[in-house]
């Protein structure tokens, strides 16, 4: 080899050591400062956003990650945003991948901030502050840190078409983090946050771990926190990973509050009025799956429990899962199906109830159907025993209830009633306007002794009803689909027996009513007993309205109209035995659902009574001739009866 070669080899030899040689001599005597000027432009060139750097600039060799330190360190925010900077903060210390820095990408595997002002803000069009394009649209462009250490910061975060503000305020303490050994001396971070969630007022506070676990997905974040949001309270310890994402939560949750309905701003899920709640279980996700597992609580006097889930991945998301319950208050029901409240004891008397606005009885709140295409759900509620203020004898509940693009169904809806059976289906359809919903409803088995404990149907009374009832109407609530409706209902009762006292009474006959009263009720057969209805607009006319027994036969007229919830109706009985002192006046039943009014026919009986007394002047045995009840009346033909009430399906309307 030639000398020159040689020298040529030596000196570019010498060059290569010598530059970090002279690098490294550059930076003991100057320092980082130099690079900030650079670093600053470089910023301002990709994103658009200024970037200072105040105080002194240092780096920390090490492979595959360096560190570089930076004092009075500010970012701004576009120029779109509320609040000038993005981070102002004393110090950063932020950890640099070399090995992605290498391949064009930057990666900050860990940040660190001491007494940090972080806002963030999240508008219209997709705008985020966090991302680092220059429309900062681009999720592709987020801020890449997978960990974030906040010393005494304060972070704001807004979402004005969210009606969401929310400012925290974190340090980090000597103290174990949620979920740690207690013994161990990991340092964890409290907080505390105000504001507003969804326009729900938010105060929270809780702990985590130093180290927010912002992108990492390898490593759970340990959290405990407790929360009011708007009437909802909320307690919750366990691990999240990737706070950024909630790619996986396990969660033990409380939740409390005035109304399920309340919690929509929380979880995002329709879920109907109720009165006060509490619930605690466990909540889980995996992937686009929620669960709330082996939950336990109360709605107003009814126990609830099991588990239901989420599923994200469809074109809604869909609700699945199954409820019980041992004691299930359908009182707690109402608010669900539009019944208004009970007011408070003592409200009315104190001016506070609704005296101006007519008593309804039939529920006439609408339903909330716009948050219906929202969700989709399939659920099954299952109850032991039903309670209800009237103690209508309600038992073993099994529903589904299936929600399907506005559509709901419950099928099917099954109790115990009476010691029988009740089945139905019923619909309601959003997506026709205005709501329109159907029910085709079964009895059987029905025992007549025991179904309505409050009214004196004889205790002695025996036989079973059966019955069939479809309906359809529309309208914004349940009350006023029944206003509307069209349908038939057909109630039967066949070859049972009733309380004697209870028949006499209703044919008037005084002597038999007093001595029953003396002696003691007995039974007497029941031939039959039908209720047969046609609907139309809302008014039940009836077609047939028969009690048929041994000793009189009791026939009924009129209607029932279900837009004012009114009672038109008239029943008068036919004797089938003599009674020496028997009234034999029709009696109308009048007056509206909440205050019916049972009325006498006073007229004849003040004509019975006029001729009674003239009689009477005359020869006082024939007081007794226009009160005398010869009998014998006729059998019905309850086979007739029968077959017309049981005749399938409504008629068709014109």
């Given at each position: ?211 927010l676990a912002w992108l990492d997905e390898s490593r759970p974040y340990p959290l405990q926190v407790k929360a009011t949001l708007g009437r909802t309270q909320a307690q919750a310890e366990g691990s999240v990973t990737s706070l ?139 109850a032991a025993t039903l309670l209800r203020d009237e103690a209508l004898p309600l038992e073993d509940l099994k529903l589904r209830l299936l929600l399907q693009d506005r559509r709901l169904t419950l099928d099917p809806l099954e ?240």
């Amino acid at each position: 080899m030639k000398r020159p070669t040689l020298k040529w080899l030596a000196a570019t030899l010498l060059a290569v050591l010598a530059l970090p040689l002279l690098a490294a001599l550059w930076i003991s005597v100057f320092g980082w400062n130099w690079a900030r000027g650079p670093l600053q432009d470089l910023t301002s060139e990709k994103t658009g956003r200024e970037l200072r750097i105040a105080g002194d600039l240092d780096v920390s060799f090490a492979w595959p990650v360096s560190r570089v330190r930076a004092q009075a360190v500010t970012f701004a925010n576009p120029a779109w945003a509320t609040a000038t900077q993005m981070v102002d903060t004393e110090v950063a210390e932020i950890d640099v991948d070399l090995r992605q820095l290498l391949r064009g990408r930057l990666a900050f595997p860990e940040v660190r901030f001491t007494r940090p002002r972080v806002f963030l803000e999240q508008a219209s069009g997709g705008r985020k502050t966090w991302l680092l394009d220059r429309e900062q649209t681009d999720e592709s462009k987020p801020l890449p840190i997978g960990h974030v250490l906040l010393d005494r910061g304060e972070v704001t975060y807004i979402d004005a078409s969210r009606h969401t503000a929310i400012h925290a305020e974190l340090s980090t303490l000597d103290a174990p983090a949620a979920g740690a050994d207690p013994g161990s001396a990991a340092r964890t971070l409290v907080f505390k946050a105000t504001g507003q969630l969804q326009g729900e007022a938010l105060a929270a506070h809780g702990s985590g771990g130093a180290v927010l676990a912002w992108l990492d997905e390898s490593r759970p974040y340990p959290l405990q926190v407790k929360a009011t949001l708007g009437r909802t309270q909320a307690q919750a310890e366990g691990s999240v990973t990737s706070l950024l994402e909630f790619t996986a939560v396990d969660l033990q949750l409380a939740l409390k509050g005035d109304s399920l309905d309340s919690l929509f701003p929380v979880i995002g899920l329709v879920l109907p009025p109720t009165p006060a709640y509490r619930t605690e279980g466990r909540l889980v996700r995996s992937g686009a799956l929620w669960r709330y597992e082996k939950f336990a609580g109360r709605v107003g006097r009814s126990d609830l429990a099991g588990t239901l889930q989420v599923d994200t991945s469809g074109t809604r998301p869909l609700l699945s899962g199954a409820v019980a319950s041992r004691r299930l208050d359908l009182a707690d029901l109402g608010p669900a199906v539009g019944a208004r409240p009970s007011p408070p004891a003592g409200a009315a008397a104190k001016g506070q109830g609704n005296a101006a606005r007519p008593v309804r009885v039939l529920p006439d709140l609408p339903f909330d159907t716009a948050r219906w295409a929202r969700l989709d759900a399939d659920v099954e509620l299952s109850a032991a025993t039903l309670l209800r203020d009237e103690a209508l004898p309600l038992e073993d509940l099994k529903l589904r209830l299936l929600l399907q693009d506005r559509r709901l169904t419950l099928d099917p809806l099954e109790f115990g009633l009476a010691g029988g059976k009740m089945k139905g289906q019923v619909t309601l359809d959003s997506r026709a306007e205005p709501l329109r919903g159907t029910a085709k409803v079964q009895l059987r088995g029905v025992k007549l002794g025991r179904l309505l404990p409050t009214v004196d149907l004889g205790k002695a009374s025996i036989g079973q009803l059966n019955g069939d009832i479809e309906l359809s109407g529309h309208g914004a609530s349940v009350g006023r689909m029944l206003a509307t409706a069209d349908g038939r209902l057909s109630l039967v009762a066949e070859n049972g027996a009733i309380s004697r006292l209870l028949m006499e009474q209703v044919g008037l006959h005084l002597l038999e009513i007093l001595q029953l009263k003396l002696t003691g009720d007995e039974t007497v057969r029941l031939h039959c007993a039908v209720a047969d209805f046609d609907v139309a607009g809302g008014v039940m006319e009836a077609r047939a309205l028969v009690l048929d027994t041994a000793v009189n036969t009791v026939i009924g007229s009129g209607r029932i109209d279900l837009r004012q919830e009114a009672f038109d109706l008239t029943v008068e009985s036919h004797t089938k035995v003599t009674s020496l002192v028997a009234l034999r006046s029709p009696i109308h039943v009048k007056g509206s659902f909440d205050k019916p009014v049972v009325e006498l026919d006073t007229g004849r009986i003040a004509a019975r009574g006029a001729g009674a007394l003239l009689l009477g002047l005359l020869n006082p045995l024939l007081a007794l001739v226009p009160l005398f009840e010869s009998g014998p009346g006729a059998d019905s033909d309850c086979a007739k009866l029968v077959r017309n009430a049981r005749a399938a399906g409504p008629k068709a309307r014109p």
